[in-house]
């Protein structure tokens, strides 16, 4: 009997999603567990497996394709035979085997087999002409990652002979003229008109559609200030070698922001809360989200109750899910809620910023790059690493005054470490 493969739950408030990449073809052999075909939701993608054992007698719904829960995505049928290719004609045989050494020819069917592999291990491997069956995978059940692409193609790159460098000639005057036409050919129509369509993922589209809708409902402001990191610096140069031998991670500076943003929030409640309808509602825990950026865009991973977590189950926990966004295995659950946002620009040497607000939240910090500035210090001037930091908020529940005092309060906890460890 032919069971049907369908759109399975896919989390609170997602309803809908996109077909991503179909890892399987007509006529495949599956097992159970068998991962095949990815879904792209609104936050992660997900991974179909089957169900059962069996050959794959049809896929129904065809990649970029649009789905709902429930939806049947491909048949199985667990008594059918594998797809075999039809045998060529035996004179097509004998050339093909004295060209080249035999080779398996593909089964006809709807979609490509493909290597284990996932989504974006995929996509990188298609932009770089990649064949990924010459990959061996270091993922869950052999499954070739993203890493194992670009060590191939460093590995791949360095075996590369290197083509010899074109050789001026050392007397111009002899070689040939050519006409000036040739030489500086005027762009045509054909060279300004090229372009290239890429279809939007279904993550780009909802971040597409949820920055314009929240800068349409919410009053959203920026305040700057900037914060002398050297007293942070100082003690991670101290303690990064125990802290890691401890821990076995290192201190970075995050887990230092995470605390210095529940000291301020403790202080200034209404940035850790919502706005429902006519009231709001005012949160005293502290789930704080880390945007993260992805190649299909930004994620944003909440730690849960991390007023409760010592800076090493921080800085663990936001490594652990650098690691998941890098391997596209977040899920839905670790997406979800967070009372407050922060985001790093700096990573990336953005050196100022207005971050959006990450709605139904109402605050978000945003970092930068730590730079070597000469600033006035007592009467001084003296060289300090300093960071610009930049709060937006709603101004339909913060007001200026808090959103300044919160920097300040900020400012002032990351400078006194002392002061963040009592307080934080």
Known sequence: MTTEVVVPELGESVIEATIGTWMVAEGEKVN???VLVSLETDKVDVEVGAETAGVITSIERREGEDVAIGDVLALIDPDGEAAEAPEAPAEEQ???QAE???ATPEPASKAP???KATPVARRLAAEKSVELAAIPGSGPRGRVTKQDVQSHL????ETEPRQPEPQVEENRAAAPSRPAAETAPEPGRDERAKEERVRMSRRRRTIARRLVEVQQTAAILTTFNEIDMSAVIDIRQRRRDSFKEQHGVKLGFMSFFVKAVIGAL????RLNAEIQENEFVLKHYYDIGMAIGAEEGLVVPVIRDAHRKSFAEIEQEIVDYVEAVRENTLSLEDLRG???TITNGGVFGSLLS??????PQVGILGLHKIEERPIALDGEVVIRHMMYVALSYDHRIVDGREAVQFLVKLKELVEDPEVLLLEG
């Not at 403790?266 to 409640?269: A, L």
């Not at 207005?354 to 709605?359: A, R």
């Open 266 to 269: 403790k202080q200034f409640p």
């Open 338 to 340: 967070g009372t407050f």
């Open 100 to 102: 080249e050494p035999a």
């Open 94 to 96: 004998a050339e093909t």
């Open 32 to 34: 159970v567990g068998d």
């Open 113 to 115: 087999a493909a290597e």
């Open 154 to 157: 460093e590995a791949r790159t």
């Open 354 to 359: 207005t971050p959006i607000l990450n709605p």
